[in-house]
């Protein structure tokens, strides 16, 4: 066969092989960095364990959002719940996420009408953290069915820039004033828990 | 021949044209005032001394000078002087530090200190000065009294939105204004100063979240002992633990209790510029850095001075109106502050409150806030007033 007609052939098939394979390689990427999703529809990341625990957990803190990706300037909600393995009576709530308030402008806090009016809240932009302190004035405490879902804290939030972008809880690693607890009625003790880590994907324009 | 002349011809308008444009491209290079009498004359602006070295709490005296090209006239000076954070010009009004040359300016127009860009703005006029009588050359603006702050490094700068203007002696001119070349900067340095090494004395009085003048007899001063840290503003610190404040008979405008402490500061030799640290029993850390601090003091290092080695002469301050937080009782290990008022603390304080416990006076609960010998929903209430407080602080 003629050299040239080999080249001339040869060629556009290489193009076409190397463009398939180019294809199916950013494909793979993109299947390894986008977050976990099985039944739950709303997208959360693999659970962390809390580093500060050592005995078994009784509660689960699970942060989500509505969508699992955001483009610049969207707006969404995220909900920051809480469920137990077994009833409690809870005396005080004490919640601190943390996030980028260059990422998010985060507004609006409501919370669980089972829950009272939070003893103090802010979306402290200050100190990168939403803050909440439950304090139960019932002399007996909150009743927190097992498997009950609590909804600590709901929130408001714009996309401000392209990125991936966590909320997480705040166990007091980086300042003791800023650690999440959960306290029982009776011992006045903090109950352990488990908190997941919320990475949003946000597109830019 | 006629080639030879077409030839010359080309030549020289080559030649004009190459002249043209060096010409040209020389008068572009050169800066050209277009506008008619902008500045009828230069002057520059100075600062002395140009180094300066103090120790914190000394006084600091500058001067502004103004000196004028061509002997110009100067009527008035505008200028902000910023002079960073080791400085400080206090909170009085500015106008009391500042010594105007009566010679050359007769008033100041217009003066503002910013405390929180360390900048005071100056104007000062010569109004009322006869045009022959007016400065000129080198004159002297104002004598400025700083006083140093802290121990550092920073500089005293006049920024280049100085204006000086002046007499213009063209007949009929209506332009004043000099065009200003330099804007001076001064370097200075603080030191904290040697410390001595006799033993100075702390009074100072105070108060409890709280607990109140009457009703308050399981809050007796050994009921209640302290831990002061001193902290010196080149980060020196001493703590002094169990130290026994004197309940007064006094009170403070909203009824609190008044106690007084005196404490002989051994091992600090420290006497200005100071910031003290106070915690109780069942307290949080509270800073105080300013005599008669009204809320919380959220600068570095601290302004208390004035300490003595004798008790009797010793400045006295007076904190009682910013009374330490309650609530700090209990922590991750029952009965022992952890340094934060939080959810374990309101669990602690709920429970004993609820079992409405009672002690004889003179008695003592670790979660009876106000101090009145009985567990009640107020101790309760106290401690989510520090709460609050605390996080509005911090976040």
Known sequence: ?205 | MKNKKIDLISLSFNILLIAALIGGVILVGQNQNTQRGAYFAGASLLIQPTTITANAGDVVPVQLWVQTANSAKVSAVDVNICYDKYLTMGTVDPTTLVDLNSDAFKGIEYIKNDATTSCLRLVAVSSGISPDKLGSGLVKVAAIRFTAAAAGTGTLKVSNTAKVSGYNPTAGATDTAMSVSSYPISTYTITQGTPTTSTLYLKFSMSFLGVKGADSACADGSKMPLSVTVRASDGTTKTYTNVIPTKTTGVTGDGLAIYNVSLPLTGFGYANNIAVFVKGPKHLQVKYGVNGQQNFYNKAGGELSGLTNDVNTTQGFSFEKYPLLAGDVTGSTTGVQDGVVDGLDFAYIKSASNGRATVASGGYMLADINGNCAMESQDLSLMMVSLNNKQGQLY
Do not use: C, H
């Open chain 1, 1 to 205: 066969m003629d050299k040239n007609k080999i080249l001339t052939y040869m060629v556009p098939v290489l193009a076409v092989v190397v463009l398939v394979e180019s294809v199916m390689m950013i494909s793979r990427l993109q299947n390894k960095s986008a977050p976990v999703n099985t039944s739950n529809p709303v997208q959360t990341s693999v659970p962390e364990s809390n580093p500060t625990v050592t005995e078994a957990k009784v509660y689960d803190i699970t942060i989500s959002t509505d969508k699992p990706t955001y483009a610049v300037g969207q707006q969404g909600t995220g909900y920051v719940k809480m469920s137990g393995s077994m009833a409690k009576m809870l005396d005080a709530v004490n919640i601190y996420v943390k996030y980028d308030p260059t990422a998010f402008d985060v507004s609006v806090l409501s919370f669980d009408k089972r829950l009272p009016s939070p003893a103090f809240s802010k979306v402290s932009t200050l100190k990168s953290l939403l803050v909440a302190n439950f304090l139960i004035a019932d002399a007996k405490g909150l009743n927190l069915p097992a498997n009950d879902e609590l909804n600590l804290m709901t929130f408001k939030f714009k996309a401000v820039k392209a990125g991936t972008f966590n909320f997480e809880i705040s166990t007091g690693v980086d300042s003791k004033e800023s650690a999440t607890m959960i306290v029982e009625n009776g011992t006045a003790k903090s109950l352990p828990f488990l908190s997941n880590k919320l990475s949003i994907n946000v597109m830019g324009k």
